[in-house]
């Protein structure tokens, strides 16, 4: 049995994203699965290399965040890519390096 190596606690949560992809000003859309504190679970029509940098704005739930919904920009790498497509989409997951929360409108 693989032992679960999360941090923090995942949430099921169904955004839309616009995932930036490294420097190099090349974004893809996804759409999340879960999220957390620590980092989240996206599909995305675009494959994203194991180790690529990534950033994204998310919007962490009330579960997350002591019954506010916080909107932040995280940068991240990818830690994993799932082996089955779901729905033809790549499941990728990333591990935030940091997160700052963006002002509310």
């Given at each position: 049995m693989e032992?679960?190596?999360?941090?923090?606690?995942?949430?099921?949560?169904?955004?839309?994203l616009t995932i930036n992809l490294g420097n190099g000003g090349c974004v893809a859309t996804a759409v999340s699965d879960n999220v957390s504190p620590g980092g989240a679970l996206f599909y995305c029509d675009r494959f994203v290399s194991p180790g690529s940098e990534v950033s994204l704005v998310v919007v962490l739930p009330l579960e997350l965040t002591q019954g506010i919904a916080v909107q932040v920009w995280c940068s991240g790498k990818v830690r994993r890519v799932e082996k089955e497509l779901r729905e033809g989409k790549f499941?990728?997951?990333?591990?935030?390096?940091?997160?700052?929360?963006l002002p509310s409108a």
């Open positions: 032992r679960d190596r999360r941090r923090s606690k995942r949430v099921p949560v169904q955004q839309g499941g990728i997951a990333v591990e935030f390096l940091s997160i700052q929360a």
